[in-house]
T-cell receptor, first 115, second 116 residues
Framework: GENVEQHPSTLSVQEGDSAVIKCTYSDSASNYFPWYKQELGKRPQLIIDIRSNVGEKKDQRIAVTLNKTAKHFSLHITETQPEDSAVYFCAARYSGYSSASKIIFGSGTRLSIRP | EAEVAQSPRYKITEKSQAVAFWCDPISGHATLYWYRQILGQGPELLVQFQDESVVDDSQLPKDRFSAERLKGVDSTLKIQPAELGDSAMYLC??????????????FGPGTRLTVL
């Protein structure tokens, strides 16, 4: 069935180093892949997204890569800062281009930045 | 900047009682979602509306949960009767549905439900 797997579940990196979070999806028809950041007690907020017609997208220190053949997509954060500490969720949209199609979330990665 | 509004922010109830949550999406957003998020997990879709119509409620426990969006604007999610296992954060989100960013979801602050 529809599934998004996310790894690792927890990640601790030294401030200034890079962090990578990986996700896999099961439906080859998926065409939209957003990433959300959720700080403790706050709402999930979209930080970057990518569509299936591109392989990579970058926004300042954040980048996302997509490998459609392998059904993998990854979030890369460079030059990590204390404010990057949060839970990050990947997601994938299933079943076509209709706005009514479902978005499935991964289980989340708790990222901690060590000073 | 417009945001999705939800109320109440916190709700404590006893099992077997009825509870209701309200969501006001960003103005003009055609698609509205209700998610349940258990601590330590990702949001799980309960129901999705396109305007006033339900387009996906496959994960909604229909024996106790109901949702409506009568005029295609704000929405109410109800649980009756509440059970201990319903304790979670209930998130509402909306997306434009029809523009170029049709599937970008904007989340509300959520309602944290505790069932005693």
């Amino acid at each position: 069935g529809e599934n998004v797997e996310q790894h690792p579940s927890t990640l601790s990196v030294q401030e200034g180093d890079s962090a990578v979070i990986k996700c896999t999806y099961s439906d080859s028809a998926s065409n939209y892949f957003p990433w959300y950041k959720q700080e403790l007690g706050k709402r999930p907020q979209l930080i970057i997204d990518i569509r299936s017609n591109v392989g990579e997208k970058k926004d300042q220190r954040i980048a996302v890569t997509l490998n459609k053949t392998a059904k993998h997509f990854s979030l890369h954060i460079t030059e990590t800062q204390p404010e990057d500490s949060a839970v990050y969720f990947c997601a994938a949209r299933y079943s076509g281009y209709s706005s009514a199609s479902k978005i499935i979330f991964g289980s989340g990665t708790r990222l901690s930045i060590r000073p | 900047e417009a945001e999705v509004a939800q109320s109440p922010r916190y709700k404590i109830t006893e099992k077997s009682q009825a509870v209701a949550f309200w969501c006001d999406p960003i103005s003009g957003h055609a698609t509205l979602y209700w998610y349940r998020q258990i601590l330590g997990q990702g949001p799980e879709l309960l129901v999705q509306f396109q305007d006033e119509s339900v387009v996906d409620d496959s994960q909604l426990p229909k024996d106790r949960f109901s949702a409506e969006r009568l005029k295609g604007v704000d929405s109410t999610l109800k649980i009756q009767p509440a059970e201990l296992g319903d304790s979670a954060m209930y998130l509402c989100a909306s997306s434009p549905g029809t523009s170029g960013r049709r599937d970008t979801q904007y989340f509300g602050p959520g309602t944290r439900l505790t069932v005693l």
